[in-house]
């Protein structure tokens, strides 16, 4: 069993940068490709970005490419996502996602691929 945990969600202003963790615990963290989600009020939980199990691939959803970034460190169990000049729009609880079976250098961005979620954290960007 994997256990998630992220943190740092808070409210910022439009144009702000914050940047999320999420350390993981249960299972050796260099086999668990991650992912990050993000869920705003009444819509469906999307993609967001996701990182090989070595950190070698990455993939984003188009809505973020070029302003939010996700890293790994696999000596500290803990994938991040930098997220740089936020918008309104970016505002959501975000989620913390591990996929237990994939391949070393592959990313998904399906739902149905992750195996564990963590609690989220809120994100809130003010206009």
């Known amino acids: 069993q994997v256990w998630l945990v992220e943190s740092g969600g808070g409210l910022v202003q439009a144009g702000d940068s914050l940047r999320l963790s999420c350390a993981a615990s249960g299972r050796t963290f260099s086999t668990l490709t991650m992912g990050w989600f993000r869920q705003a009020p009444g819509k469906e939980r999307e993609f967001v970005a996701a990182?090989?199990?070595?950190?070698?691939?990455?993939n984003y959803a188009d809505s973020v490419k070029g302003r939010f970034t996700i890293s790994r460190d696999n000596g500290k169990n803990t994938v991040y996502l930098q997220m740089n000049s936020l918008k309104p729009e970016d505002t959501a609880v975000y989620y913390c996602?591990?996929?237990?079976?994939?391949?070393?250098?592959?990313?998904?961005?399906?739902?149905?691929?992750?195996?564990?979620w963590g609690q989220g954290t809120q994100v809130t960007v003010s206009s």
């Open positions: 996602a591990a996929a237990l079976s994939l391949g070393y250098s592959s990313t998904t961005n399906r739902r149905f691929d992750y195996d564990a």
């Open positions: 990182i090989s199990r070595g950190g070698g691939s990455t």
